[in-house]
Nanobody, 126 residues
Framework: VQLQACGGGLVQAGGSLRLSCAAS????????MGWFRQAPGKEREFVAG????????YYADSVKGRFTISRDNAKNTVTLQMNSLKPADTAVYYC????????????????????WGQGTEVTVSS
């Protein structure tokens, strides 16, 4: 599946951004989706994940309560709503996909995902 992420930009601390990721495949609903980020000089890290149905979501501790992942299988899109942004959230954000439509799917490692978007840059100023 091909992924295209967008929605990044420059925002002040405390502000919000909404990232979107569009998938090319009609079988999008059979994929577990994730968002990762990579800050300058750091390794890529898991941010959020969502099962095929959208019922179950997972978050890194650093974004819990501030970020929300959701998906629309009819539109082949997954979004990441980011609120109360902090300078520490500054990074390039990537969406990723793994074929798995188990309701108990749970993946947080970069190595678990075979398809990646090109990344969208988020900069949070203090």
């Amino acid at each position: 599946v091909q992924l295209q992420a967008c929605g990044g930009g420059l925002v002040q601390a405390g502000g919000s951004l909404r990232l979107s990721c569009a998938a090319s495949k009609r079988a999008f609903s059979r994929y577990y989706m994730g968002w990762f980020r990579q800050a300058p000089g750091k390794e890529r890290e898991f941010v959020a994940g969502i099962t095929w149905s959208g019922v179950t979501t997972y978050y890194a501790d650093s974004v819990k309560g501030r970020f929300t992942i959701s998906r629309d299988n009819a539109k082949n899109t997954v979004t990441l709503q980011m609120n109360s942004l902090k300078p520490a959230d500054t990074a390039v954000y990537y969406c990723a996909a793994r074929p798995d439509y188990s309701p108990t799917a749970y993946y947080t490692s970069e190595a678990d995902f075979g398809s990646w978007g090109q990344g969208t840059e988020v900069t949070v100023s203090s």
